[in-house]
Structures are given as structure tokens and as C-alpha cells.
């Protein structure tokens, strides 16, 4: 690889990852590399290092190549804090980032912020650059953006604004109940039964109030109504994404209108779950989403600059 | 201690400790003694020995003194396998116990069955006894027994008998959220605070399927809204015992027909989120309880060996 060609780094900071792309002056991808150095690892000194780690070999002498950083790395806990912008509100873009000072004079760092929302409180780190970067190539899409992950987020987008939105805890939630709780001994991980999958979704809709007492009885038909572990899985996932699903307001999404960000299972379990609820929705990809929308903050830089 | 005065041994064996009594045969407690071999750390062969270490220095040679056993060392990862009978039900006794075969001479061990209830499937190891010894002292007693814990049960009792029953994993949520998800940065455990407390119970009661974002709602106000770590602590309980407390059809219970068996903050948490919804409880000793259903037991032993 002739490191001449690298023009700019775009990064994804996340809690338990780094990605990072070597970009050309026409954003084509040079390279794509990534650690396990995510934010939660790191302590404010250690991220420098971490960046190097990935990029040393293609850095230029005082060539001052930019990095446009998105996620948790902007937290408190992060590199440098890069302070919110509040809702409704554009997706932020570079103007509104965070430059990182005193670092390798062959890097200048931006962090782009998250976003926040007062009432109810709540906020995202991460996200806010992936609607941006879904934006950029629909860029008059008004409806209901879903990012799923550890926190599901739920986030409402009407001409080109985020409006609102709603993180639910489900996916940390799924995961403590599978692995760590007494559900452990009955849980096992499998394909998604659509059957088991989408009547715990009814269920739970039905009343939602159930739900610590539904997450005893996935234990209780284990031990005497022959739940399998599997159809145990499957249930736990429809009991915690349908609770989650009934707390929406989806009338804000036209038909067609709910966007998941996402390609893999997770996303497949809440299409599914949507469905069980007669609604439809489209899957498009994050990992573009986040590129695209770290190549937007990277141009206005460009614009700036000229 | 002289030995020749212990008559019989009562045991509470649940998943984290083993406590016993040694009983005289007017059932006053000569000793009580405990160990941290619940039956989640024993394999079915460990658990005579984990009996006889509390024991040993008490047996005399070949009297064969009875143990009356209650709780989880019954189920299926136990020491045997005490079948369950089935709700509608009177609080089982030792006619229905398992006799385990092949102990020591010195000992003869029954362990008490627990209760299942078919629909909606659910399970209960222990609290059968603790409820058999709440109505020794109020036989007439037709109301809601709330059993506080990792898995809090809530039972109808009427003339006597367990007509229902709903087992709900709050316990073990809260302490999942508490101490292993992202809430623990935010969240001290510390007195509760009535007015966090009570808040939370209100609106989760409104909107109950808002839960899981209500708990990513417990992380976002503490980074933008100020919501301190003590707070924190009290809106979480408030929202998992306040979501179980919407579940229930309390309308069974005429007013201060809830027993609270527990007598510690679990219990108070339980009688002030009762309290928020205008609901009166008592509380009484769970320790107690669970001796009189021992005692019980062991009674209706005597009345058969005569």
C-alpha cells in the first residue's frame, strides 16, 4: 500500500471496538482495520496510543492527516469529551466536533458529538453520524430509524432532523438474562423460532406489566411444561423486544417508513418482531451508514478549509 | 450442649445457604446453626456430607433422627428429587415428602415437596413451608402472601389452601441492573429514597412496556439531568418493583389482607411501593414462618409414627 494515497482516517469509536478506514482524497477505501481497544478499555491517555497502534505504518511526517472520530470515545469517560447537541437538531456534522489538541503532529483529531434530548432525558454517541450518513443517500426520509444493539435506539427523522428518540436497555437486557441469570440453565442460543418468537411478542403486548413474571415462567414451563431451550431462546428474545416494540408510537412511520439499521441477527429478530405487529420495514446496512456519514463531517472539513 | 436433648433436626436448604435447627422434642431450638453449601454449589453426593458437617457432633449412634427438609436441595439438581404437587393445594406436609434412602444411620431425611401451578405455568421450592407456617398462626387467614426475594412470590391463600400463585424475577433483575449492566456506573446502593422511589412506581405503573427505556432513562438522567447515584438506586427499585406491583390483581386482598413474609429492606421496599398505591400491608417474620412449617411437618411425623 503506498501510504500516499491515504488522505484522512475515518473512525468508529465505540465502547468495545475500534474501527477505523484509510481513506483516499476521493473517499475510496484504502484500507479497513480495527482492535478491541473500545472506550471502555482505555483510560483518557491511552487512546492516543490506541490510534497509532492501527495507523503508525501509513502515517506521512508532519503531513497532519485528518481523523474524524464518532462514538464513545467523545463521552466523559472517553479521549476528550465532546459536548452534546440537544434535539431536535441536524445530525451533527465536523462544525460542531471536538478537536483533540497536543496530539502526534501527523494526525489533527476531531470528535463529532452525540446528541442529546431533555425531556425525556436520553442520549446517543454514535448514532446521530450513522442517521447522517443514511440521510446522505435519502435525504428527504421522514419516518422512524431503529439502530439496534446493546441500546436499542428508536429515533424519529422528519426533514432531515433527529426529532426525538428512545433508547431501550433490551439488548443488555437479553444478554444479562441469558447468560447471567437462572435462565441460563434453560436458554440455549439458536435460530430464532418464529412461532416461539412472535407469540411471546403477543404476550408481552398484551400486557406488559407481565414482564418479570413472564421471565420466571420461561424457567417454570422449562421445568414442567417441556420448554425446550431453544423455544426457550426464542421466547426470552420475543418477550424482551416485544415489550419493547408496544412502548412505540409507530404511527409516525408511514407504511414502509421504519428503517433498521443493521444486517445481522438482531436486526432480523426486530423485523421479525415487526412484522408479528403487521408492520413493515426495511434493512439497510450500518456499516455504510457509519461511513457515509463520517465521509459528511469529513467534507465539510474540506469546505472549510477552502 | 448435651445432645441427648436434640429430638429432631429442621433444615432450610435453598440455593446459596443451608440453615438448621436443633430441635427438642417440645420444639424449642436447642441450637441454630448454618452454612454457605446451598444446593447451587453441591453435586446430588455432596449434599449428606454438607448435612453432617453442621451435625456430626450432635448424632447418637443408631438413634436415627429425623431431618425435615425444605426447600430447593428438593429439586431436580438437589440432593433428591422431591416431586411437586399441584394448585389448588393445602401447603404440603410430610405425608407428601421424599424420603431419601441409603443416609447415615444416625439420621432418617424427608424433603418436602415443592408446589407447581400447571397455568400459567409456575414453580415455588421452600415458601410452601413458610406459608404452611404463616397459617399455623392464622389458620383463617384468605388474602395475598407476598414472599419477597431473588424470585418474589406473590400467592392467593383462601380456607387454607395456595390457590395461585406468580412468581416474579424481580430480585434478580435488580440486581443484574444494579451491579452488571451500564446502570452500575450511575447507580449507590443507599437508603431508599421514598420520593425516587415512589415516583418511579407511579410512572411505571402509568406505562409499564416503557421499562427497559425507563432503565436506559435511570443512565441518561444521570449524565445530562443531574440525577445523583443514591436517586439512581431508588428509581431503579421503584421502577422493577412498581412494574411487578401493575401486574397484580390485588383486588383478592381486603384491605391489609397483604402479608409482607420478610423483614428486612426487600420487605420495606415491597410495604412502601404498596403504600404509593394506597395499599396496606403487614409485615412478619419469614424466619419464623419457615420454623413453624418445619415444625408442622414434623408434627403430622409423630402423628404417624403413633
Known amino acids: 500500500m503506498a501510504t500516499n494515497q491515504i488522505s484522512w482516517i475515518a473512525a468508529d469509536w465505540g465502547t468495545t471496538n475500534l474501527r477505523i478506514w484509510l481513506m483516499s482524497a476521493s473517499n475510496d477505501i484504502m484500507a479497513h482495520r480495527q482492535s478491541d481497544k473500545g472506550m471502555g478499555k482505555l483510560k483518557p491517555a491511552e487512546f492516543e496510543a490506541a490510534l497509532l497502534d492501527l495507523l503508525d505504518d501509513c502515517l506521512t511526517p508532519d503531513a497532519e492527516t485528518p481523523v474524524v472520530i464518532c462514538g464513545m470515545a467523545g463521552s466523559r469517560q472517553g479521549w476528550v469529551e465532546a459536548p452534546y447537541i440537544t434535539t431536535p437538531c441536524t445530525p451533527p456534522g465536523l462544525a460542531d466536533?471536538?478537536?483533540?489538541?497536543?496530539?502526534?503532529?501527523?494526525?489533527?483529531?476531531?470528535?463529532?458529538?452525540?446528541?442529546?434530548?431533555?425531556?425525556?432525558?436520553?442520549?446517543?454517541?454514535?448514532?446521530?453520524?450513522?442517521?447522517?450518513?443514511?440521510?446522505?443517500?435519502?435525504?428527504?426520509?421522514?419516518g422512524i430509524i431503529c439502530l439496534p444493539g446493546t441500546h436499542t435506539k428508536w429515533v424519529h427523522v422528519s426533514n432531515g432532523t433527529i426529532a426525538s428518540f428512545s433508547t431501550f436497555m433490551s439488548g443488555e437486557l437479553f444478554d444479562l438474562l441469558s447468560r447471567q441469570s437462572v435462565l441460563r440453565h434453560g436458554v440455549q442460543q439458536s435460530e430464532i423460532n418464529t412461532e416461539a418468537f412472535s407469540s411471546a411478542i403477543m404476550d408481552i403486548k398484551k400486557a406488559p406489566q407481565n414482564f418479570a413474571a413472564e421471565l420466571f415462567g420461561i424457567r417454570a414451563k422449562g421445568l414442567i411444561a417441556g420448554l425446550t431451550p431453544s423455544a426457550a431462546f426464542s421466547r426470552l428474545s420475543g418477550l424482551v423486544i416485544g415489550a419493547e416494540l408496544s412502548a412505540l408510537d409507530l404511527t409516525a412511520a408511514p407504511d414502509g417508513n421504519v428503517i433498521i439499521l443493521g444486517a445481522d441477527r438482531l436486526a432480523d429478530a426486530y423485523a421479525t418482531g415487526l412484522q408479528a405487529l403487521g408492520l413493515s420495514s426495511r434493512k439497510t446496512s450500518v456499516e455504510t451508514a457509519t461511513l457515509h456519514g463520517l465521509i459528511l463531517a469529513h467534507s465539510q472539513l474540506k469546505e472549510t478549509e477552502t
Open 97 to 142: 466536533a471536538t478537536h483533540v489538541t497536543g496530539t502526534d503532529r501527523r494526525i489533527t483529531v476531531s470528535i463529532l458529538p452525540g446528541v442529546k434530548q431533555i425531556d425525556p432525558a436520553d442520549v446517543m454517541r454514535g448514532e446521530e453520524t450513522q442517521i447522517a450518513g443514511f440521510l446522505a443517500s435519502e435525504p428527504s426520509f421522514t
